[in-house]
């Protein structure tokens, strides 16, 4: 089945230092999301890119969508504690409803 | 803004326990989603719903079911609760305009403990 693959895995980084995650798959996506979590919430979206090569920002998010349509990145500028989370990629894909895939997410960690 | 609640923040049941847990939103949106979050794993879907008394399964929908007999509502069901369903459980909502479906708005989630 469809699947996405987040790197790395895990960030432990200094506060102002800029973060810079992926994504990718074997398959092909429509839409790309970005999502944060924080401890003990859900999932809130940060950035959602519609078309190939197309690039947005969010404040200090940066998030494009791969040319091949099957990868996604994200970058955050001079991190903050508050930054501190997890970032889930997400594909959505039409089926017979637009279905969302989710990636493992990346855990944040920043140090004052 | 949009708004998802859930039931509980924190459940802890026994083996064998029928659990029912709530979700609601409070923006008139169609499609309502069940997902369980487990390490290293992301979000997987249970089941979804686009319309009231309607349901679709999700990936994993084993050991699941759900309910929605309002719009504003939508329930999972564990109908005899495994310790291998100890798990978050985030349930979701979005605007659906036409073909195209909006981005989905997560509740809180629901830490549930299986004994």
């Known amino acids: 089945g469809q699947q996405l693959n987040q790197s790395p895995q895990s960030m432990f980084i200094q506060e102002g230092e800029d973060v810079s995650m992926n994504c990718t798959s074997s398959s092909i996506f429509n839409t790309w999301l970005w999502y944060k979590q924080e401890p003990g919430e859900g999932p809130v979206l940060l950035i959602a890119?519609?078309?190939?090569?197309e690039l947005t920002s969010n404040g200090r998010l940066t998030a494009q969508f791969g040319i091949t349509r099957k990868d996604s990145f994200l970058n955050i500028s001079a991190s903050i504690p508050s930054d501190v989370g997890i970032y889930f990629c997400?594909?959505?894909?039409?089926?017979?409803?637009?279905?969302?895939?989710f990636g493992p997410g990346t855990s944040l960690s920043v140090i004052p | 803004d949009v708004k998802v609640t859930q039931s509980s923040r924190y459940l802890v049941k026994r083996t064998g326990e029928k659990v029912f847990l709530e979700c609601v939103q409070d923006m008139d949106h169609e499609n309502m989603f069940w997902y369980r979050q487990d390490p290293g794993l992301g979000l997987r879907l249970i089941y979804f719903s686009y319309d009231v008394k309607m349901k679709e399964k999700g990936d994993i929908p084993e050991g699941y079911s759900v309910s929605r007999e309002k719009k504003e509502r939508f329930s999972l069901i564990l109908e005899s609760a495994s310790t291998n369903q100890t798990s978050m459980y985030l349930c979701?909502?979005?605007?659906?305009?036409?073909?195209?479906?909006?981005?989905?708005?997560f509740g809180p989630g629901t830490r549930l403990t299986v004994l």
């Open positions: 890119l519609y078309k190939a090569g």
């Open positions: 997400a594909g959505q894909v039409k089926t017979s409803y637009d279905k969302v895939i």
């Open positions: 979701a909502s979005s605007f659906q305009a036409g073909a195209r479906t909006d981005t989905q708005y």
